[in-house]
């Protein structure tokens, strides 16, 4: 039965977490040539949100309504900010700079002097937000490919464990495998759970520790 609690516990966590990666926490731009730019905090090395000093630019989004057309319902969703409202906020708070995904001899992410940064940022494109298999905010879109198809390849697993042991549960209960006189589908179930158990140990070694 706790098996089971865990088992559930771990599925909501996982879930948290990709909600939490779909949507971001910080936002970037991404260059005409497909590379991320993060922004960091110069006093604190810190990375900053968009929010923390994008500025609000009211001419620069029109809201758009059912009567305006219904190419509006089949969009993508737009960003919270627009690539000028990120430059704009760029250059007005002196305190922030840019980080590349580029690594530097120290093998960390290579920060923009502010010159540097006010001129890179001249090749953004457009806003990104969030995590998805076709643009990354945290850096690479290859690593969130990665990590969505393995998480959620795993996660599955942890699923179809849950469901299976459920069903385990309640037959033990009914005594199911008694008037069978014999266990065997609880020992196989229960290498098949341990066996995920096993995997997450090198699923969390290589996305979480590495």
Known sequence: FLTIIGGAIFVGSQAWEWATFIKGDYGALETKGGRILQFVKADTGERAALADFSKTLPSERVDHEKK?????????????????????GLKSNPNILIRT???????????????????????????????????????????????????????????????????????????????????EMVEKV?????FVDLVWVFVFTFFYLV
């Open 190 to 194: 229960g290498l098949y759970w341990h």
């Open 68 to 88: 305006n057309g219904v190419w509006f319902y089949n969009g993508e969703a737009l960003p919270s900010y627009t690539v000028n409202e990120v430059t704009e």
């Open 101 to 183: 995904e580029t690594i530097n001899s120290e093998g960390e992410k290579t920060l923009l002097t502010r010159e540097e940064s006010l001129n890179k940022i001249k090749d953004a494109k457009l806003v990104v937000e969030g995590a998805n298999l076709i643009r990354n905010e945290y850096g690479s879109r290859l690593f969130a490919d990665f990590f969505f198809f393995i998480t959620g390849f795993h996660g599955f697993h942890v699923f179809s464990g849950v469901v299976i042991n459920i069903i385990i549960f309640f037959n033990v209960i009914l005594g199911t495998y008694e008037r069978r006189g014999h266990y």
